[in-house]
């Protein structure tokens, strides 16, 4: 027999990065009163978790408020996520969306949907959630967010204007969810936040490789891997960890520029010099090292993107985020005169994934050990998943693999992944 519920239906609409992902599933974690619908036509509330990383996510916003207008179930619309800093007040005055709430706020999300009148709550940017949330990828692998804001000031940036300082979440609790996720079979953990590195910075009792430590000591983890870290917060404390067998051997390291001047220019905090010599010091230990690169911000002039190609040769780099700059307004970097032209972004943002493409075959070609791969899911009897290094590995087998963790001693190199059989 079917039931059918007569509770008001809404449909989150989830715009950005993981973190946004994270926050719509605390506000799903939430919600009591209500059903979730998995299409704007069948609700009666929308509910926009927002993106304003760029001006471009604005008006993706702003082009599905439209949208939503001509629908005939003609939803409420509420309005939450980053953008509620940024384009929020202008839609609610102008009487595009009904209501507006903050991040602060999302916990509360079932008794705000039920309010009739408009609301316009932005609430405040100290908050921390007491909801924590994992988002699990196929049976095994699992992401944590470990905290939420950042205190670094780069010049492009306009996250910690919407999400606020930096600031963590309680250990014990994050442990506690790592614990039961062990239980329920999840062996691979993956911590993210806005700025992870910055875990603990507040509390001088605790530091992102004090937490790490615990995580290692939860009986069931197997391998624990990081988001993206600043260079700046990889101190002696977390370096005496690169000897664990249970820390993925790869790192996310963002530089996003190996320009002494322009690392300058985007108020960054790293120096290319010392970056190098970290660099070399954890890929001395086995490591894959990857990044984050920003093509194309203003002030990048041909000297300065040679001298930073010059640079990254150096670099024992395996893996990139490339990403061609993108104006974000109410930032410094978006007043800034010395544009570069999108054609000329392109060929250095080529130019920099080919070199990182050879220096990850080349690196591939030179592993000694046996590949560690936790397989995470199977298309045609080939199996697909990310060894200790992160890189992607085919495998063929007959046996079913999926969730299973496997060794490999021998496989091919390929342009873009590993293949073997099984
Ligand atoms: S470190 Fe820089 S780029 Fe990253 S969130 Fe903080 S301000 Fe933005």
Request: proline share 2%; glycine share 6%.
């Amino acid at each position: 027999m079917k039931f059918s519920s007569n509770k008001p239906k809404v449909y989150f609409k989830t715009f950005g990065c993981r973190t946004n992902i994270f926050d719509t599933q605390v506000m799903i974690n939430n919600l009591k009163d209500f059903d979730i619908v998995s299409n704007e036509s069948l609700a009666d509330i929308v509910v926009i978790n927002s993106c304003t990383v760029t001006n471009s996510a604005d008006s993706s916003a702003k082009n599905y408020v439209n949208s939503l207008k001509k629908l005939a179930n003609n939803p409420k619309i509420f309005f939450t996520g980053c953008g509620v800093w940024t384009k929020g007040e202008g839609l609610f005055n102008d009487g595009k969306i009904d209501s507006l709430f903050g991040h602060s706020l999302k916990e509360e999300i079932n008794e705000i949907l039920k309010k009739q009148e408009r609301v316009f709550e932005p609430g405040n940017l100290e908050h921390i959630d007491k909801t924590i949330v994992s988002e699990f990828v196929g049976k095994s692998r699992a992401f944590i967010k470990i905290q939420e804001g950042c205190d670094f000031r780069c010049s492009y940036c306009i996250i910690p204007y919407v999400r606020g300082d930096a600031r963590s979440y309680d250990m014990s609790v994050i442990l506690e969810q790592i614990s039961t996720l062990t239980q329920n079979g999840f062996g691979e953990f993956i911590l993210t936040g806005t700025n992870i590195g910055s875990y603990g910075k507040k509390d001088k009792n605790t530091s992102l490789a004090k937490l790490l430590k615990e995580i290692f000591n939860i009986k069931g983890v197997r391998r624990v891997r990081l988001g993206s870290v600043e260079p700046v917060q990889i101190d002696d404390e977390f370096k005496e960890l690169l000897n664990e067998s249970k820390m993925a051997k790869h790192l996310h390291i963002a530089l996003q520029h190996t320009s002494k001047d322009m690392l300058r220019i985007m108020n960054r905090r790293n120096k290319v010099l010392d970056d190098l010599a970290l660099f070399e010091y954890i890929a001395d230990r086995g490591y894959a090292i990857g990044t984050d690169f920003i093509v194309g911000h203003p002030g990048e002039t041909d000297s300065l993107w040679s001298e930073a190609m010059q640079n990254l040769h150096r670099f024992p780099l395996t893996h990139i985020h490339a990403f061609t700059y993108s104006k974000r307004d109410g930032t410094p970097s978006a007043s800034m005169k010395e544009i570069v032209k999108g054609d000329i972004a392109k060929v250095r943002y080529n130019e920099l994934v080919s070199i990182i493409e050879n220096k990850n075959i080349e690196f591939r070609k030179s592993i000694k050990e046996p590949l560690n791969i936790l397989v995470e899911q199977e298309k045609s009897g080939v199996f697909f998943g990310y060894d200790q290094f992160y890189n992607p590995i085919e495998i063929t087998s007959n046996t079913d693999l999926v969730a299973d963790w496997v060794e490999i001693g021998n496989f091919e190199v390929q342009k873009d992944k590993n293949v073997a059989k099984f």
